[in-house]
């Protein structure tokens, strides 16, 4: 069913690395036709990082690349270069979205901005992923994801006070980006819908990573008081060494604090009317830790994972790759999908982040395409003769 929903959506996508990418992907999964544009020879620089099969780099083994690009079409297209930018401004003609997170100013540069590209297509909508936005004077500045969630605040306030500030795990900015961008380009058809007409969705992702940690900025500017790295969140409740790991002990409210003394071996502890509230159990951190160790130690995490379920407690353990890879509710639920590909042979992925319909299946995708895959079938269904698709790419355009 999912892949009905935007069957007939046409989207082109100059995308690299993730945030663009998993965007377009995003709107496949939904069924959007998605043909991804990638310069010749070299393709997208997500091809050249890891992890690769067999821990060999090739630009057909990358599973970055894979996971954020399948159920799409792949072509190769030099838009530095006049006849791939007229090329491309044919392509244009005929979509319905344009997914563009290259730095800004790029495709202006090589004649390809919003104001021409809507001459030729007035209801064309542009999707336009910078680190910095398209105006105001950090337009132009190169990101990362170091650089966002330091600039975006996430860093001070995200781990201990005794060690140096750590940036977020893996790729999480520009997936959260990717997600906002979808919104956005969807919000953006509905808007058409009703004026007939396209529109730039603009998004930063430095805007991106303010949103996600709007609540402590927000605690600053009406209360003038900044959210601050903590002592630590080491310790009970908190982080534990447990027998094959570490587990997470947390308690939101008095009930979770009641759970979570029964579970670990001292009830009474939830009858001390100083530890009823967070800043009296961290004031004690180091007593409360003293007291638990001994029975998280002696304990392995999925036995602690699971007699916490049963005692009502707010718990889950530091889990592995290869723990997520096995946990049972993720067969159960059938989230990974398993798709065929010509390199990598047969390969699970994380399925769409939502479903239509409780439990409803996800569906095997299309691989993510080889460099260059689709030329032929692209850019005959763009009115090119076969000998015109062989010219240009001898020529190094396509």
């Not at 997208?44 to 996971?67: N, V, W």
């Not at 998004?203 to 900044?226: D, I, N, P, R």
Request: glycine share 12%.
């Amino acid at each position: 069913m999912l892949r009905e929903v935007l069957q007939g959506l046409h989207v082109l996508e100059v995308g690299r690395f993730i945030s663009g990418p998993f965007c377009a992907r995003l709107l496949a999964d939904c069924g959007a036709q998605v043909i991804k544009v990638e310069p010749p020879a070299c393709g997208d620089p997500a091809r050249a990082m890891g992890p690769f099969l067999g821990d060999k780099p090739h630009p057909e083994r990358s599973g970055l690349f894979l996971y954020v690009n399948t159920n799409k079409r792949g072509i190769t297209l030099d838009l530095s270069r006049p006849q791939g930018a007229a090329l491309f401004r044919r392509l244009a003609r005929d979509a319905d979205i344009l997914v563009d997170n290259m730095p800004a100013g790029t495709l202006e540069s090589w004649g390809l901005g919003y104001d021409g590209l809507r001459r030729l297509n007035p209801a064309l909508i542009v999707v336009s992923i910078t680190d910095f936005g398209l105006s105001g004077p950090h337009k132009g500045f190169k990101g990362s994801q170091l650089v966002h969630a330091a600039m975006g605040g996430w860093m001070s306030s995200n781990v201990m006070d005794t060690r140096a500030p750590v940036r977020p795990g893996g790729w999480v900015i520009h997936y959260v980006a990717g997600v906002a961008a979808a919104l956005g380009a969807m919000t953006a058809v509905f808007h058409r819908d009703i004026t007939g007409e396209g529109i730039v969705v603009e998004l930063s992702q430095q805007e991106v990573m303010l949103e996600v940690g709007s609540a402590q900025f927000t605690a600053q500017m009406h209360t003038g008081v900044g959210v601050t790295r903590s002592p630590g969140s080491l310790g009970f409740p908190g982080l534990l060494p447990c027998r094959d790991g570490w587990v997470g002990l947390n308690a939101m409210s008095f009930r979770n604090w009641a759970n979570l003394c029964k579970l670990v071996g001292h009830p009474e502890l939830s009858e001390e009317p100083d530890l009823a509230r967070m800043a009296g159990r961290q004031a004690r951190a180091a007593e409360l830790t003293a007291m638990v160790l001994p029975w998280s130690e002696s304990r392995g995490k999925w036995e602690i994972l699971m007699d916490g379920l049963k005692q009502g407690a707010t718990v889950g353990f530091v889990a592995t790759t290869e723990d997520i890879a096995n946990f049972p509710i993720h067969e159960e639920r059938g989230f990974f999908v398993e798709v065929a590909h010509p390199e990598m042979g047969k390969v699970k992925l994380p399925g769409p982040p939502f479903r239509l319909g409780a439990g409803a299946p996800h569906t095997s995708p299309t691989p993510a395409p080889t460099l260059g895959q689709h030329n032929n079938e692209v850019y005959q269904e763009a009115g090119l003769s076969q000998e015109e698709v062989e010219a240009m790419a001898q020529e190094g355009t396509i």
